[in-house]
């Protein structure tokens, strides 16, 4: 029995150990069924490098996927609710097929002793609300509010909601680093300000949530990514603080402790000073702030990896590997700080560090800071890789996945062996599935999907997964 197996043994039974997936990245079927466009549909035809269609087709296929999870040891499933299949265009009559199909598939996954855990938003805005400024638009806000209304009274099935997943990537990819539409690069106002928003948005949902006296637990979903100084000298701590406070500090203090704290604003402050930007902050979204802060039920943690960062000076300018060439991307944000390699951190094909220390160092950091957080789920880990198909029937060789969720796993439970209150952990992803701005090579799933015939292949990691579950059983 390796080490791992018999720690993993040492978890409570009942602990998540479950696979994620998003709306848009397995669906398929984007325009069957009444459903509205999302601000990726027309934008990926435009650029005609890949198509939302048919994905893992999920839509028609889940069945067979949640079968596949409860078949090899999963208890739990992240999926999110496209909002444009309930309301398509965000807001409105309800669209009754739409309805219809995610209590088909809860129905599914609690027939099949798989719980769901559901995210409102997962990056797929309504097209029509996008048009509209999307998280910049203050009206965008009720109209997720009165959606999100609407599912906690339909689906009363659910009992473990998400409000919103990643607040940031959505903020710094349409922003910051321009690859995902509207294609912003460093419109640093904007990045700052749908954060903002969109915090107002989960508050609002939290606070309704309560208030109505709806049954089950409610939270949100960070990706948190550790920013260290490299090498570390004072000027690059400087800029790693920096950074931090842009990606992860500004929406954990406005998360759970419900206000920007005076360190906190004086980093943003500083950041946005340098960038000739602007936060606006109108009477009363601090008390709205404040109320959720206390008032999330869990904490969903995303986590891939961190970034190293030095001291920088010049002018913003970015270039991202979309297409796992190995040493094709570069970030430098203007007064802020510039990413950097450190040595003998290895990377993937499309440069994201391998660091699993940086899970540990980030759940040590939110239960020491953030006690509002209280329970945590690692609610994404996993590594994008080029599985190599093997034919019909045959396994799937992801021993770098394996070492890659071996190690961060690891990370959970020395953290858990430290006191942090960590109850789960979400594979990403349960299937292959699309990639918002890499398309279908970069693979994450534990089952390999042939996106020409739709069938599922198993690899390595879902065998491994399944040992380790299995444990949690026994
Ligand atoms: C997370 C998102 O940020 O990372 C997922 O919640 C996403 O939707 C995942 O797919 C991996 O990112 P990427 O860009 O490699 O697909």
């Given at each position: 029995m390796t080490s791992l197996l018999k720690r993993v043994q040492s978890l409570p039974k009942g602990f998540v150990w479950g696979g994620a997936t998003a709306a848009y990245q397995v669906e398929g079927a984007t325009k069957v069924d009444g459903k509205g466009k999302t601000m990726w549909d027309d934008?990926?035809?435009?650029?005609?490098r890949f198509s939302p269609d048919p994905a893992s087709d999920f839509y028609h296929l889940y069945p067979e996927d949640i079968e596949l999870a409860k078949l090899y040891g999963l208890n739990a499933i992240r999926v999110s609710i496209a909002w444009t299949r309930i309301f398509p265009k965000g807001y409105g009559e309800p669209n009754p097929a739409g309805v219809a199909y995610y209590h088909r598939l809860f129905k599914c996954c609690l027939d099949n002793g798989i719980t769901p855990y559901v995210s409102l938003h997962h990056f797929d805005s309504p097209k029509t609300l996008f048009d509209d400024g999307d998280w910049l638009n203050r009206k965008n806000i009720d109209y997720f509010v009165d959606y999100a209304d609407f599912c906690f009274k339909e689906f009363s099935e659910v009992k473990n909601w998400f409000t919103i997943n990643e607040l940031i990537s959505l903020a710094f990819s349409q922003y910051i680093q321009g690859n995902f539409p509207p294609n912003h690069h460093f419109d640093?106002?904007?990045?700052?300000?749908a954060q903002h928003n969109e915090l107002l948005a989960h508050a609002r949902a939290v606070n309704l949530f309560k208030e109505k006296g709806y049954q089950g637990r409610i939270g949100l979903i960070h990706v948190l990514q550790p920013v260290y100084p490299y090498p570390d000298t004072?000027?690059?701590?400087?800029?790693?603080a920096l950074e931090d406070a842009f990606m992860n500090r500004f929406l954990l203090d406005g998360t759970f402790k419900g206000e920007y704290t005076p360190k906190t604003m004086a980093l943003i402050n500083e950041l946005l000073e340098a960038n000739d930007a602007k936060?606006?902050?109108?009477?009363?979204?601090?008390?709205?702030?404040?109320?959720?802060?206390?008032?999330?039920?869990?904490?969903?943690?995303n986590y891939y990896q961190p970034s190293?960062?030095?001291?920088?000076?010049?002018?913003?300018?970015?270039s991202f590997n979309g297409t796992g060439e190995k040493g094709t991307s570069s970030f430098k944000f203007q007064g802020v700080g510039q990413h950097v390699k450190k040595p003998g951190v290895p990377t993937t094909d499309w440069d994201w560090n391998i660091y699993p220390a940086g899970m540990y160092d980030m759940l040590k950091r939110v239960a020491r800071e953030y006690p509002n957080s209280k329970t945590i789920y690692i609610t994404e880990n996993g590594?994008?890789?080029k599985d190599?198909?093997?034919g019909i029937g045959q396994l799937i060789d992801d021993e770098k996945r394996i070492d890659f969720i071996d190690q961060h796993v690891e990370a959970l439970l020395k953290a858990r062996s430290e006191g942090v209150d960590v109850q789960g952990y979400f594979v990403?992803?349960?299937?292959?599935?699309?990639?918002?701005?890499n398309g279908y090579n970069k693979r994450y799933g534990l089952f390999y999907v042939n996106f020409e015939t739709q069938a599922r292949e198993i690899k390595k990691s879902a065998l491994w997964f399944k040992e380790l579950g299995q444990t949690l059983k026994d």
């Open positions: 934008y990926l035809k435009a650029q005609g640093v106002t904007s990045g700052i300000q004072p000027a690059n701590e400087h800029a790693a936060l606006k902050i109108e009477p009363g979204d601090m008390d709205i702030l404040k109320k959720a802060s206390t008032q999330n039920d869990y904490f969903g943690m190293f960062v030095a001291a920088y000076e010049g002018e913003s300018t970015n590594l994008g890789y190599k198909y093997e990403w992803s349960l299937q292959d599935q699309f990639s918002w701005a």
